[in-house]
C-alpha cells in the first residue's frame, strides 16, 4: 500500500509541476496576493477628505478647522463658497464629509451664547461614517475643553451633525447592493470562463472555430448569451433586494441596466482571457477564484479605498468591481445621474474595451 501510494504522490506532483501556468497558480500568486491583500485590509479611517464651508473667516474658525486637520484623521481638500458647491463634491464622492460654520461663530463665543457647527457626512457606508461622527465628536470635545480653559465664560460649541443618503445609517442598504455586484462579478467570470474551457475539453469549440465565423462574431456569440443571462439574475436579485431588504433605487433604472451591461462585458472579456489560457476546468476555476479576491478587496466593498496606500489605489483603476460600486451606489443610494457617474462610466467603458479587444486576440492566437 505504501508503494502504491508512494507513487500516486510522485504521479501528482508531477502532474501539478509540469504546467508553469500551474506552478504560477500554486506558488506565486498566493504570495503576490498576500501582499495586495495586506494592503487592502485594513478598518483604519483616516485622511477623510472633506470640504469646508466657513462663512465666518474669524481667528475662532480658523482654530476650529485647524483642530479637525492637526492630526491624520480629516484632510481638507476643498473650500467652498456655497451649499450648492458642497452638495456637488457629496453627490461625486470626492469628499466624504462636509464641515459649514456659520457667520457670527466668533460673535457667539465671544457673547456666552451657544456656538454652531455643521457636520454633514456622506452616510452611504454606515461603518466609516460612524467612525467619522465618533472623530469629530472626540475632535469638538477637545477644542471645547481648550476653548473653556482660556476663555473665562466661555460656552462650549455645539456641532449638528446630518447624515446624507442613509439617514438611519443602515448597513444593509450599502452592502446589499455592493452583493449584487459581486454576484454579478463571480457569476460572468466563473460560469463563462468554465463554460468555454469545457467545450475545449469536449472539443467542439475548435468545430466552431474551423468555420468562416469572424473574431468578433465569435466574441458577440460567446458574450451575449451571458449578459442576458446575467441581467436576468440581477434582475432577481434586486426584487429579492427591494421586497425582503427594502432597498430602494432612488436614481434611474434605466440608466443602472445600462451602465450593468458595460460591466458585464468587462466582466466576460475577462472571462474570455481565463479560458483561453486555461486548458482543464480545474485550471479556469483557480484562476477565476484568484482574480475575484482582488477584485473584491480592492472594490472598496469591504475596505475604503481612500485608506488604501496611493499605489495600491492607483491598482484598482483596472478593477472593473470598483467602478461598477461607485455606479450602483450613486444611483441606488444617492440617487445621481450620469452627470455625477461620467467617469466611473467611462472607466468602465474603456477596461471592457480593452478586455473584449485583449480576449479576441488571445482566443484566436490559442485556438489557430
Not at 250 to 262: C, E, F, N, V
Request: glycine share 8%.
Amino acid at each position: 500500500m505504501l508503494t502504491r501510494l508512494k507513487r500516486m504522490l510522485v504521479k501528482e506532483f508531477l502532474q501539478m509541476m509540469r504546467d508553469p501556468r500551474m506552478r504560477m497558480v500554486v506558488f506565486g500568486l498566493p504570495v503576490i496576493q498576500m501582499l495586495v491583500m495586506a494592503f487592502a485590509l485594513t478598518t483604519d479611517v483616516n485622511r477623510v477628505k472633506i470640504a469646508v464651508l466657513d462663512r465666518d473667516r474669524t481667528p475662532a474658525s480658523r482654530e476650529l478647522l485647524s483642530s479637525f486637520t492637526g492630526g491624520n484623521y480629516f484632510q481638507i481638500v476643498h473650500r467652498v463658497q456655497s451649499m450648492d458647491e458642497m452638495t456637488r463634491l457629496l453627490d461625486q464622492g470626492t469628499v466624504r464629509a462636509g464641515i459649514q460654520i456659520p457667520s457670527g461663530f466668533a460673535g457667539d463665543i465671544r457673547a456666552g451664547r451657544p456656538a454652531q457647527v455643521q457636520l454633514i457626512a456622506d452616510g452611504t457606508d454606515s461603518n466609516t461614517t460612524a467612525i467619522i461622527l465618533g472623530y469629530a465628536d472626540g475632535i469638538v470635545a477637545d477644542f471645547n475643553g481648550r476653548l473653556q480653559g482660556h476663555r473665562t465664560g466661555a460656552v462650549p460649541v455645539e456641532m449638528a451633525i446630518r447624515a446624507w443618503f442613509n439617514l438611519n445609517q443602515e448597513s444593509r442598504l450599502y452592502y446589499v447592493p455592493a452583493l449584487i455586484g459581486l454576484m454579478l462579478l463571480i457569476f460572468s467570470l466563473m460560469l463563462t470562463s468554465i463554460g468555454i474551457v469545457r467545450e475545449k475539453e469536449i472539443g467542439t469549440i475548435e468545430q466552431v472555430m474551423v468555420t468562416p465565423i469572424r473574431k468578433m462574431e465569435f466574441i458577440l456569440g460567446k458574450t451575449i448569451p451571458y449578459v442576458i443571462t446575467g441581467y436576468i439574475t440581477m434582475t432577481l436579485m434586486f426584487i429579492l433586494a427591494i421586497l425582503v431588504f427594502d432597498v430602494r433605487i432612488h436614481g434611474s433604472i434605466l440608466l443602472l441596466y445600462g451602465l450593468t451591461g458595460i460591466y458585464l462585458c468587462g466582466n466576460l472579456g475577462l472571462a474570455l482571457l481565463v479560458s483561453a489560457s486555461a486548458s482543464t476546468q480545474q485550471q479556469a476555476l483557480l484562476t477565476a477564484f484568484f482574480i475575484i479576491m482582488p477584485c473584491v478587496l480592492l472594490s472598496g466593498f469591504m475596505f475604503p479605498i481612500h485608506n488604501m496606500p496611493k499605489v495600491v489605489q492607483y491598482v484598482t483603476w483596472v478593477n472593473p468591481m470598483r467602478w461598477y460600486l461607485e455606479i450602483l451606489r450613486g444611483v441606488v443610494i444617492k440617487g445621481v445621474g450620469i452627470k455625477v457617474l461620467w467617469p466611473a462610466a467611462a472607466a468602465q467603458l474603456t477596461l471592457a474595451v480593452g478586455f473584449l479587444f485583449l480576449a479576441s486576440k488571445r482566443f484566436r492566437k490559442t485556438l489557430s
